[in-house]
């Protein structure tokens, strides 16, 4: 059984910045890629950056040399380090896995597989 546990999110002011984690397992992990998703009050859940089992790395425009993900399978665990944060970015934020074969997709949320549950990060003054 796959397990997607996220943390770190929280409280942030404009312009600081947070380490969101996201341990997993029950998958080989060889053959998917973790991204990381958001979705805001009222909007469509969206792709934020995510990183394939070989290191390949795709990130939104709205969050690129912002914000960078990295990934220890050794560890079970992807980190998506998020900088100068702005109020847009406040969302609930989501660990999810896609196949590695569509990596070059794997910001679409139609290729997730499987879900963690979520985390919340509000960023305001």
């Known amino acids: 059984q796959v397990h997607l546990v996220e943390s770190g999110g929280g409280l942030v002011q404009p312009g600081g910045s947070l380490r969101l984690s996201c341990h997993y397992s029950?998958?080989?992990?060889?053959?998917?890629?973790i991204g990381w998703f958001r979705q805001a009050p009222g909007k469509e859940r969206e792709g934020v950056v995510c990183?394939?089992?070989?290191?390949?790395?795709f990130a939104a425009d709205s969050v690129k040399g912002r914000w960078r993900t990295t990934r220890d399978d050794a560890e079970m665990m992807v980190a998506l380090q998020v900088d100068k944060l702005k109020r847009d970015d406040t969302a609930v934020y989501f660990c999810?896995?896609?196949?590695?074969?569509?990596?070059?997709?794997?910001?679409?949320?139609?290729?997730?597989?499987?879900w963690g549950q979520g985390i919340q990060v509000t960023v305001s003054s």
């Open positions: 999810a896995i896609s196949p590695q074969l569509f990596v070059k997709r794997c910001l679409d949320p139609n290729h997730v597989q499987v």
């Open positions: 029950g998958f080989r992990m060889d053959d998917f890629a």
């Open positions: 990183i394939g089992s070989r290191g390949s790395t």
